[in-house]
């Protein structure tokens, strides 16, 4: 066998190669719905023998097929009047809101599978003082269950105190799982996983092994989701992970900034089935019984908020988010206001944003002055001229960093959660965002920016063009890695 494969191994090694470049660039020719991203794949492939399939293997399966939930969670509202209550036609919205928000419910209807709800209230938790303070009350509060799912959850002393009231709960009888991506869960060594499973609180990694490494073939794949449902009943969602950092307790003037939610009313019920079929993904159970029935959504004193979880991912809701922005940025007439840590759309987004722009729509793009991420950020500038010149205004926020994702649209629409403008949220992560109609809302949402804009620098196409042709030569290079960043 020896004497064979010393004999023939070149052959052997051809044979493999163009085994594994046929298999692989006819994967990528039949899977990819965009024809740049095809070309480019094939060619990565065919010109680098062996190593380009690996490449592909790793970095280029988009998706991954999972086996939905067989049973969703049901709100038991059969014989209930207000189910009524939280049924909202198009007639509704287009009394309230108008005609052109009928239409974006019927995108939303057809593009994520979940309904615009009424009977809903939401809180905005505007520091992560804040937001870790009010998920650590309700996580004590619990009396049944918790579901918590995050990108990074690290072991720092704000983590071990989330941990610690975790680790509580399951001791005085409460069922609670986490879910951490493989790839987060690894911005602190040790790891917090260890932590929580020593101490007997359910814990997973969602798509890898901390210790091993990260399954394939669906690597760049992550959960970039923060989710929070205690009791099936109240739901923290938005953009932070669990970090001292974001705090200005452990990081004083230097806390970095973000936004997050508190939710309740019958929008909770898709937040948790969204996280329950993430939890089943990666560990093979099913979140059923009492123990995690999600409470009767009763409306909550007050005026109610028209809101729509939207999840999405590289599986059946693939580019769920992009589809309801650009039809959210087709009904715009006044304004698109948006703030985001990264800020690397593509082609179509930028195309409906312009579009926007030339029909007379004021649209501000508001990003960190300083980025956590400098690679992203350079690939950021690296575009910022194809918005600006087309009427868009770009502003660098100065102060701390702010990881915050919002948007909003005269005064009426948000969208606010997980997502980033990028080709990693729109494309590769597992996101969950919130759609909500809702003039008080999105107007807070509007000075939220505004008052992030009032501190910020504008960015301009002189300016830009003003830097040394080496810089922005770079900027450019990594402006083409961008989908991998």
Known sequence: MWEILSTYWPHILGVVSLALTVVAASHAAMTKDEVRAAIGWVGVIVLSPIIGPLIYAVGGINRIRRAAIVSQRKPKLGADPLAQTFEVSNADIARDFGRRFAALKTLGDKATRRHLKSGNAIAVLRTGDQAYAAMAEAITAAERSIILESYIFDRDPLGLRIAAALIAAVRRGVDVRVLIDAVGARYSVPSIVGHLQKNGVPTEVFNGNIIIGLRLPYANLRTHRKLLIVD??????????????????????????????????????????????????????????????????????????????????????????????????????????????????????????????????????????????????????????????????????????????????????????????????????????????????????????DAAIARARPVTLKGLRSRPFPLRLLDRMLWLWSPYL
């Open 232 to 449: 099936g009943r109240i739901a923290f969602a938005g953009g932070m992970n669990i970090r001292q950092g974001f705090t200005s307790e452990f990081a004083g003037e230097a806390a970095a900034h973000d936004t997050h939610f508190r939710v309740e009313g019958p929008v909770v019920e898709d937040l948790f089935a969204v996280a329950a079929e993430d939890w089943r993904f990666a560990s093979g159970e099913e979140l059923a019984g009492d123990t995690w029935a999600v409470t009767p959504a009763v409306a909550p004193q007050g005026p109610t908020v028209l809101m729509r979880a939207v999840a999405s991912g590289p599986d059946a809701s693939l580019e769920t988010n992009h589809k309801l922005l650009i039809g959210a940025f087709s009904v715009a007439r006044a304004s698109i206001r948006i703030m985001s840590p990264y800020f690397l759309p593509d082609r179509e987004l930028i195309s409906a944003l312009i579009t926007a722009a030339r029909r007379g729509v004021a649209i501000d793009i508001v990003v960190p002055d300083v980025n956590n991420l400098v690679l992203v950020d350079r690939a950021m500038r690296a575009q910022f001229d194809q918005v600006l010149k087309d009427g868009c205004k770009v502003w660098r926020a100065t102060g701390s960093f702010d990881h915050s994702k919002l948007l909003a649209i005269d005064g009426a629409w948000a969208y606010v959660g997980s997502s980033n403008l990028d080709a990693r949220s729109l494309r590769l992560n597992f996101e969950i965002d919130l759609e909500v109609l809702d003039e008080d809302f999105a107007g807070g949402i509007e000075q939220r920016i």
